[in-house]
């Protein structure tokens, strides 16, 4: 039997019941950890639900799989031991069954090895690609696909399904390089596109999002405040609900979200908020920032600096501004990642993605160190993850994958499965068993979707590349305004917050003035940082905030300039 192209799309059953199928495939993982077979259902439901990079991952660790039964490698016995009791289950699963295939004669004779090799090499290679390549396809890491699709034509020769992928890819290349002035023929692999974007979502299954409105989260995170705040507190906010169309609308919705406030009246110019972080990420040489909190370091002069720089004594790969940050460091996530190189050489255009990356790989770090879930990390937790609210169950079952929630998180095959699988395997953390309840792909792009709203980043005063980023979890609760009440700025490894002294001139004049609103907080008001250049105009920023604020911003004076 010849599986096609997608044939394993949901027929007949609801929605729930795709669902607890899936959960009940997640939950018994920890069972089954290193059976191909559990891996390729679990990556079936994946894609009967609309997820397909969650699909491709679980296909990709089946493709390992098949490499551990086949070779002496480190899991080769769990593998083949897991191979061996998969034998009975193939049979039974049509869509991953072939006529031709041993596991019948091999389920006979579950001693022999050659059997279980010679099935897990073929049919289960075969499902694991057939899901792999199409899903790559659908998220638009067409290099990948492409790579993984010569590599199924070459273990499988005229296979049709991988045929129709090559004519679907090449189709799809040649629109992506005439849509660039190029043509397909004489570009290098290298230069496919293999980025794309896949669903921004809270994952039905998601256990560790809090209900961030309840009475003891805003209690917990008022407490943290007051560390680094006292004159500060966070409430729930109602902000305008934003659209794309910069139509004034004379009923606005709004929404609820958190927001942090005045508990009483300051004046301009007093710092109201000075927070340190350690989910920080630097894409530079380590000797110039701190690797804890990112302050920058003096310059060694001296070779009596130079041997009194804190430093990590087994790695003597990472520096420090001082013994607190050293000691954070090591308590909190070094050791887990002491001498495994973390940095990747990127092009320009790929250096602010890598900072996300490097996000990623030090939540992975700090959750290692401190045995917790990623997302019950206190740098995580409670932040804001912009997640679409388009129930998952209204559009399931869509005619394509695609479904009709939109695509607004940004997906590399690399940035999102193969480099942080890399780096669990560096740490030496099973990365079978280890998924899908702590380190998987779900948990990975939950991650990146707060982190993409969250992060502030700084440009390097060498080439304006961006070569720091953090997540500040307690600043980004602020919210926006083109007329903010507070100045911020990251700098000796704080984030601070401080009442402006003047407020912004609006353009055309207010009142015929040219003035401002008055500065200073009053007890009660919101705190309204700036995340853009307040000095663009209103059409610049209206621009910027469609991308980072989700539609047209409508504050007081974005309404004031548009309309003047
Ligand atoms: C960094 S978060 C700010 C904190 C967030 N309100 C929370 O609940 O954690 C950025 C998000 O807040 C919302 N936001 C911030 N300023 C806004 C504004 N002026 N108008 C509408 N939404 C805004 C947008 O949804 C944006 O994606």
Request: net charge negative; aromatic share 10%.
């Amino acid at each position: 039997m010849e599986t096609t192209s997608l044939a394993i799309r949901p027929k007949g059953s609801s929605y729930q019941e795709k669902l607890d199928e899936l959960l009940g495939l997640q939950k018994t993982t920890s069972d089954r950890p290193y059976s191909i077979i559990h891996r390729l259902n679990l990556a079936k439901s994946y894609l009967g639900l609309g997820y397909p990079e969650l699909a491709a991952s679980d296909a990709y660790k089946a493709l390992l799989l098949v490499d551990e039964v086949s070779e002496e490698a480190e899991f080769h016995e769990k593998a083949l031991e897991a191979a061996l009791a998969d034998l009975e289950t193939c049979t039974k699963s049509a869509w991953i069954h072939h006529d031709g295939c041993t596991c019948e004669s091999a389920a006979k004779d579950a001693d022999n090895e050659q059997s279980v090799y010679g099935c897990a090499t073929t049919c289960w290679l075969r499902a694991a690609y057939d899901i792999l390549v199409p899903c790559l396809i659908d998220v638009g890491c067409l290099r990948s696909a492409f790579d993984y699709n010569a590599r199924a034509l070459k273990a499988f020769p005229g296979g049709s399904s991988f045929t129709s992928y090559q004519s679907t890819l090449s189709a799809r290349l040649e629109k992506h390089f005439k849509g660039q002035g190029e043509t397909l023929e004489g570009t290098d692999i290298e230069e496919y596109p293999d980025k794309g974007s896949v669903r921004r979502e809270l994952y039905p299954w998601n256990e560790y999002e809090p209900d961030r409105y309840a009475p003891d989260v805003l209690e917990f995170l008022n407490s943290e405040l007051e560390k680094v705040a006292p004159k500060l507190e966070v409430k729930v906010s109602e902000l305008p609900f934003l659209s794309t169309s910069s139509s004034t609308d004379t009923n606005p919705r709004t929404v609820k979200q958190l927001g942090v406030f005045a508990r009483q009246d300051i004046p301009p110019n007093e710092v109201i908020l000075r927070e340190k972080s350690l989910l920080t990420a630097i894409s530079r040489l380590h000797d110039t920032y701190c690797d804890a909190c990112s302050a920058a370091l003096p310059h060694p002069t001296t070779s009596d600096q130079e041997t009194s720089q804190l430093t990590c004594e087994d790695c003597f790969e990472v520096f420090y501004c001082s013994p607190s940050c050293q000691t954070l460091a090591e308590e909190s996530y070094h050791p887990s990642v002491c001498s495994i190189p973390l940095s990747q050489k990127v092009s320009a255009k790929d250096a602010a993605d890598e900072l996300y990356t490097l996000l990623l790989i030090r939540a992975i770090a700090l959750a290692e160190q401190q045995d917790l879930h990623p997302l019950e990390l206190k740098e995580v937790r409670y932040i804001w993850g912009d997640y679409h609210s388009i129930p998952p169950s209204s559009v399931y079952p869509s005619s394509t994958t695609k479904g009709e929630i939109p695509r607004t998180l940004p997906f590399s095959w690399n940035a999102n499965v193969l480099r942080p699988l890399h780096i669990l395997s560096q740490m030496d953390v099973n990365i079978f068993t280890s998924s899908p309840e702590r380190y998987d792909t779900w948990i990975f792009n939950t991650l990146y979707a707060k982190f993409r709203g969250t992060a502030s980043a700084r440009q390097s005063e060498l080439d304006g590349r961006p070569e720091l980023s953090a997540v500040h979890p307690l600043w980004c609760l602020a919210n926006h305004s083109c007329d903010p009440n507070v100045s911020w700025v990251w700098e000796e490894g704080e984030m601070r917050f401080w009442v402006r002294g003047e407020r912004v001139e609006w353009s055309p004049p207010r009142d015929g003035e040219g003035k401002g609103k008055e500065a200073g907080l009053k007890k009660g008001e919101e705190v309204f940082s700036h995340y853009c250049d307040i000095s663009l105009s209103v059409k610049e920023r209206r621009e910027w905030a469609v991308g980072a604020l989700g539609g047209v911003c409508v504050c007081e004076r974005c309404v004031w300039e548009a309309s003047h």
